[in-house]
């Protein structure tokens, strides 16, 4: 595709791109792709970008601006003085001559979700609904959509049109405008072709708008009246204690033994965790075989399913279970199936967590799924199954973050999890074609499952009988800890920003602001 014009005269005017995004989605290693050296700070440990940091680059005939900037929506355990309405007004006095573009970066394979889409209210309510009209998606991770591609037949159009990943809506507003970005590739041909999509889709924006930038004048007016309340859960309470739990197994047709109870003849492990996470592909590796189905296209789980095998001397049955914490839906009916095929008993529940991914951001809805299905002392049968391996290993041979550090870091938030299950928790490559690693890791969960049986002298997790309740009654009372979480959203709209460029550009020491 020819490079565009953007009219008979040139323009010399630099560039100006904003890098925007969430913690870990790859917005310095995007930047660092576009300058073509490494300038910008890249870690997976947590979030590196303190502020905004510029760089500039000449790429083919445009001489380009590139601010990297901090996740504004993310607090800094370290630095408690950071505003993001003062970093935001910091990124509008350094691009002087406004935004040509702004950059909005995504991790291909995470799920747009809820928090994301409160960033771009955010965005919205600070610069006005024209800033989509200048927006380009960079979709990163281009190697791990490849690795789709060629092993589950997933096409970049079926990816994008999916429900679930909710990306439509996004590449809506901003024209469908989107390039994919593989900013590990160490092919130099393929990183000049990326920059060159990128740079045909900066000219699009340029000449939708006659060459001219989105600039601060569009900022809109703000009024007091429009501050929300901030909300929070209910942790003022203190949770109760000792809640019954009124479940009627008679009610499922299944009424366990003495015997099944205290020790039976069967394993069973369940299955926990976020869609994504790679349940199913763990199911897969625990047996031995493909029994369940894998795809990063949506949901494919649609039900629990379950599977036996024989590992180590014991029978096993590994439950895979659907996704119940991405909304409020009634899962009773599926919670049922679970205890069913369990025989009303789990040995070990098996949590799945996609190593990269952060757990602060989804610790209040897995929390709250587990408070739904389960008992507080749901935790003291839990192993934490940490999956894409492959990842860690990348992580720690290039930027030297073990396991340790990575599970110890605030900003992944895994701490509190992981006191709760006694730091028992696995590592999985569930992608790896070598039968060693794989007998190795299965040796490794066994001997956790032994350390949960051991503990609980054989006994399982087991289902509660009580009361005359027909069917599940999952408990919505909150277990330990639970009352301690808080959902706080900080608006923009309570603030004058022309007054605060106005005090950024003071503090900088210029004599009037360029921009105002």
Not at 19 to 37: D, P, R, V, Y
Not at 218 to 227: D, E, G, K, N
Request: aromatic share 8%; hydrophobic share 30%; net charge negative.
């Amino acid at each position: 595709m020819a490079a565009k014009s953007t009219g008979s005269n040139p323009d010399t005017r630099t560039k100006t791109l904003l890098l925007f995004g969430k913690t870990g989605s790859g917005k310095s290693a995007t930047g660092n792709t576009i300058l073509g050296e490494k300038k910008f700070k890249v870690s997976s440990k947590g979030q590196t970008t303190r502020t905004y940091q510029v760089e500039t680059c000449q790429r083919g005939d445009l001489t380009l601006k590139i601010i990297d900037t901090p996740d504004i929506t993310e607090k800094m355990p370290d630095d408690p003085s950071f505003d993001p309405l003062r970093e935001v007004a910091r990124w509008i006095v350094e691009a002087e001559d406004g935004f040509d573009a702004l950059l909005f970066v995504h991790h291909f394979g995470v799920r747009f979700s809820d928090q994301q889409k409160d960033v771009f209210k955010a965005l919205e309510d600070t610069f006005g609904k024209e800033i989509f009209r200048h927006m380009i998606v960079v979709l990163s991770y281009g190697d791990e959509f490849e690795r789709a591609r060629d092993e589950e037949g997933i096409t970049l159009e079926g990816y994008l049109s999916d429900k679930w990943n909710g990306l439509s809506g996004l590449l809506e507003r901003v024209d469908r405008r989107l390039v994919l970005f593989d900013n590990r590739t160490k092919d130099e041909e393929k990183r000049a072709s990326q920059v060159d999509g990128l740079m045909n889709r900066l000219r699009d924006v340029m000449d939708a708008h006659g060459g001219q930038p989105y600039r601060s004048k569009y900022l809109p007016p703000r009024s007091p009246a429009h501050v929300p309340a901030i909300r929070q859960s209910s942790a003022g309470r203190e949770p109760p204690t000792n809640v019954p739990y009124p479940q009627d197994a008679a009610a499922l047709g299944i009424v366990p033994s003495d015997a099944q109870e205290a020790k039976g003849t069967t394993t069973n492990l369940l299955l926990f965790g976020k869609t994504g996470s790679g349940k199913s592909a763990t199911g897969n590796t625990i047996i031995g075989s493909k029994e369940f189905s894998v795809s990063s296209k949506t949901y494919t789980t649609k039900t629990c399913e379950a599977r036996t095998c024989q590992q180590f001397g014991l029978t096993l049955k590994v439950i895979d279970t659907p996704d119940i914490t991405e909304d409020t839906q009634d899962h009773k009916e599926e919670v049922s199936k679970w205890y069913k095929e369990a025989n009303c008993s789990f040995h070990a529940v098996l949590f799945v967590h996609h190593f990269g991914e952060r757990f602060k951001d989804q610790r209040k809805s897995v929390f709250a799924a587990l408070d739904r299905c389960f008992e507080p002392d749901i935790f003291k049968h839990m192993i934490v199954i940490f999956t894409y391996g492959d990842e860690a290993a990348r992580v720690e041979e290039e930027e030297g973050v073990t396991m340790e550090s990575y599970l110890a870091d605030e900003w992944n938030g895994l701490e509190s999890l992981m006191k709760r299950v006694r730091y028992r928790w696995v590592l999985f490559d569930n992608r790896t074609k070598e039968q060693e690693k794989k007998e190795d890791q299965m040796a490794k969960l066994m001997s956790r499952v032994s350390e949960v049986l051991d503990e609980h002298q054989g006994q399982p997790y087991s289902y509660r009988t009580g009361g005359q309740q027909s069917g599940i009654g999952l408990s919505r009372q909150h277990g330990p800890g639970f009352a301690s979480l808080r959902q706080r959203e900080k608006h923009f709209d309570d603030v004058d920003v022309e007054a605060l460029v106005l005090q950024v550009c003071q503090s900088l020491g210029l004599q009037r602001c360029p921009i105002l």
